[in-house]
């Protein structure tokens, strides 16, 4: 089984709202910083927001004011939430427990 598997991508149009969702399989998860990051077009990996061992959440600018990251250390899961999406957000989005990757979730904002 794959131990980090993201979900919930897909297109939307700008000023959308997607939700991304991560679940751990057979990871401690609540002891772990997690984190979510994207990789732009042609762009290097990039942090989006993360949540740090000591429960503090963290956005890069750019998210800020529009997404929300949570957990839910019961079910294993961190989600994403983002709004007012604009076409600057066209990414792969990847989810980080720990130290472990997922294979990402493509999202794609058209005008």
């Known amino acids: 089984q794959v131990p980090v598997v993201e979900s919930g991508g897909g297109a939307v149009h700008s000023g959308g709202s997607l939700r991304l969702s991560c679940t751990a399989h057979g990871i401690f998860f609540s002891d772990k910083a997690v984190h979510w990051y994207r990789q732009r077009p042609r762009k290097q990996r990039e942090v989006v927001a993360y949540i740090r061992k000591s429960g503090e959440t963290i956005y890069a600018e750019f998210a800020k004011d529009r997404f929300i990251i949570s957990r839910d250390n019961a079910k294993n899961t961190l989600d994403l939430q983002m709004g007012n999406l604009t076409p600057e957000d066209t990414a792969r989005y990847y989810c980080?427990?720990?130290?472990?990757w997922g294979q990402g979730t493509q999202v794609t904002v058209t005008v």
């Open positions: 980080l427990i720990g130290e472990t």
